[in-house]
């Protein structure tokens, strides 16, 4: 039995015979007996991705490695951020001036109501002083919109060509 590295292969690779021999993953499909043909499939209508994970301590290293020894065709990943009911609500406050205090005050005494498409709406409720009604209406229209761009803490693309040809990129 060959001695195994810290990182492993995960996802739709894990138990791939080929990403094994290649030292992707320290998972040995046959000594483990695992279905491992869905990775190799010619009729699998899609291709394969591998993810591997990285001890924490070691990631650093070898996201420079990969964008460096792949400069041009390699990339970060980034994640989308979109407001949520709250953080809606939260921003738009904010936006109009309104301090943190009153601002969770009248968030603790809204009804707040999950409808299926999970779009948040809060009750008009009667009664609340300007500029609450139109902080309603902005946080409605803020609910699934993007808040923010992050680079994800570890992914990373490498493409067969220049990145920009397979996807957006913004520095």
């Known amino acids: 039995m060959r001695e195994h590295p810290r990182t492993c292969g995960r996802g739709s690779a894990a138990a791939s015979l080929v990403a094994y021999c290649l030292g992707i993953t ?84 809204l009804p707040w109501l999950e409808e299926e498409d999970g779009l948040w709406r809060a009750a008009d409720a009667p009664g609340l002083p300007p500029p609450w009604p139109r902080i309603l209406d902005l946080a409605r229209r803020l609910v699934g919109r993007l808040r923010q761009v992050s680079v994800h803490v570890g992914g990373v693309v490498v493409t067969p060509g220049p990145i920009e040809d397979h996807a957006p990129v913004e520095t």
């Open 26 to 109: 320290n998972v040995c499909p046959i000594e483990l007996n695992l279905y491992f043909e869905r990775f190799i499939n010619p009729g699998r209508p899609d291709p394969p991705d591998i993810d591997v994970d990285f001890p924490w301590d070691e990631r650093d290293g070898v996201i420079e490695r990969v964008l460096e020894r792949h400069r041009g065709r390699a990339a970060m990943v980034c994640n989308h951020v979109l407001f949520r009911e709250r953080m809606a609500l939260r921003e738009a406050a904010r936006a109009h001036g309104l301090p943190p205090g009153e601002i969770g005050r009248v968030m603790a005494h």
